[in-house]
């Protein structure tokens, strides 16, 4: 069945603040079965199970009741879960969850921190083209390299 198969996983480009390091993980899911699978897997991963926090959201869309199996989990940093699948409810992508990884360094960033996971999350779902990007008339995906690299 490939529906519990454990999906591809996607790493993005971490990023530091004041010695506080973000990054997101991404996969295709159908299944909340499979949610638990990719953090089985990713945990598997001594850096990315040694992280502060562990942040996620999913979204599944069911075809047959026309609506969305989607929950999130802080992993200890407050309401955070809540902010990246609002950010996914509101780019309105379905089926795939989204892991943001946090490192802590000693120094609080107060609402900062936010801001980061969410771009974090924002990011490897563009990047994923999850999100139908506004300024790009085709729909198809097939423009997958003609993104410009932002800031760097």
């Known amino acids: 069945n490939p529906y519990e198969e454990l999906p591809p996983i996607y790493h993005g480009e971490p990023m530091t ?7 997101a993980h991404l996969a295709p899911i159908v299944t909340p079965n499979q949610v638990k699978m990719v953090l089985d897997k990713l945990y598997e991963n ?3 199970a040694s992280a502060t926090h562990n942040i996620y959201a999913y979204r599944i869309y069911c075809e047959d ?17 809540g902010r990246v699948l609002h ?23 107060g609402p900062d921190r ?7 999350a924002r990011n490897i779902l563009v990047e994923h083209n999850y999100t139908e990007s506004l300024d ?3 729909k198809s995906g097939k ?7 932002k800031g760097r």
Not at 17 to 23: E, G, I, K, N, W
Not at 65 to 81: I, P, S, V
Not at 114 to 120: A, D, E, L, V
Request: charged share 30%; net charge positive; aromatic share 8%.
């Open 17 to 23: 603040d004041r010695r506080s390091t973000f990054q």
């Open 46 to 48: 001594k850096k990315i």
């Open 65 to 81: 009741k026309q609506t969305f199996l989607q929950d999130c989990e802080d992993d200890g940093e407050t309401a955070a879960g």
């Open 87 to 109: 950010l996914m409810q509101i780019l309105d992508v379905r089926n795939v969850m989204v892991v943001v990884s946090r490192w802590y360094g000693g120094i609080l960033l």
């Open 114 to 120: 936010f801001k980061h996971i969410n771009n974090c």
């Open 136 to 138: 790009e008339p085709c």
């Open 143 to 149: 423009h997958k390299k003609v993104k410009t690299k």
